[in-house]
């Protein structure tokens, strides 16, 4: 069952990612609407495996991913990959010659309009923006409300599958703008790649707060070499003011470290959760190609 779910419908950044995470000549690609959709049918043993957004280079943590992890699945983290994300304002072909002044609404995953919020201020200040799952799902959405005057944010792939008029390319705020996503699921390798790096990801929860406790944590991966690559805090939403942290240390022949040092915060209280030990990949390195096939609908 070589089944991968991830956020569709086609045409997502994310849509991209799996393409170059999991060939389509080795694994069939099953979209679903939203975030937790793609996570609980992994959890649930629907598919064997998924992918989704985690991070990116302007607007920082996906909250979603972070949030469905802790509190609603039991998943392994299972590969990475570092994506190029180009933002662009597409709109229905009938509308292309309109004014932007006679654009209602500007749809977009939330992600995605927070990239663009300098690009929509400056050429488009007053109007209206709609929340949906996904960048693909505002182009689909554009597309089949033509009558509306809306414009999507979202990837070329996904103009080209809902035969939108790209107006703008690259209208995110910052150059070099990337998103990190995640395969979760069932171990895997790639068919063809080599990481360029592996990682640990942990779930830490401190017993109680006091001065230091994070530095504590902190200093446990620090004083063995471990380089952390990232930390994150999230509410509990338990109450305000506590959190849980993901760290991620980076793994090269260290991993006895690692675990000395998750034994270590254990030791003392701390509450950790292993989400995955995993190979990293950029994408550039993948060879893989962002184009689809937009005959397909
Ligand atoms: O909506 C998409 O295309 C996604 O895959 C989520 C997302 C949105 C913006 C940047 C990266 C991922």
Avoid at 104 to 133: E, F, G, M, W
Avoid at 160 to 178: A, C, E, G, R, V
Avoid at 226 to 254: C, M, W
């Amino acid at each position: 069952m070589n089944e991968v779910a991830y956020l569709g419908p086609r045409g997502t950044f994310t849509y991209e990612a799996t393409q170059a995470l999991f060939p389509k000549t080795d694994f069939q690609h099953t979209p679903c609407n939203s975030i937790p959709d793609v996570l609980t049918a992994v959890d649930q043993g629907e598919v064997a495996y998924g992918v989704v957004p985690v991070e990116n280079a302007i607007e920082g943590s996906v909250n979603l991913t972070h949030d469905w992890l802790v509190h609603h699945v039991h998943v392994q983290v299972t590969g990475e990959l570092i994506y190029p994300i180009k933002q662009n304002l597409m709109i229905h072909t009938q509308n292309r010659m309109l004014s932007p002044s006679r654009f209602t609404q500007v749809l977009s995953h939330p992600q995605a309009i927070a990239q663009c919020q300098s690009y929509l201020r400056k050429h488009l200040p007053n109007i209206d923006v709609t929340y949906v799952d996904s960048t693909a799902e505002a182009a689909r959405q554009v597309a089949e409300n033509p009558e509306e005057n809306w414009v999507a944010i979202g990837p070329q792939s996904a103009g080209k599958i809902y035969h939108l008029s790209i107006l703008s390319t690259d209208i995110q705020d910052y150059p070099n703008n990337f998103t990190r996503f995640i395969a979760v699921g069932k171990p895997w390798s790639h068919p063809s790649a080599t990481p360029s790096g592996k990682k640990s990801s942990l779930l830490v929860t401190l017993p109680t707060d006091f001065p230091g406790a994070l530095y504590r944590v902190l200093s446990s991966f620090a004083k063995r070499g471990v380089n952390l690559s990232r930390i994150e805090s999230r509410p509990t939403k338990r109450k305000l003011g506590t959190y849980h942290f993901f760290i991620d240390a980076e793994q090269e022949s260290n991993e006895l470290d690692i675990i000395a040092a998750v034994d270590e915060i254990k030791a003392w209280g701390c509450q950790v959760r292993h989400l995955g030990s995993y190979p990293c990949y950029f994408f550039e390195k993948i060879g893989g190609t962002n184009r689809v096939d937009n005959r397909e609908r």
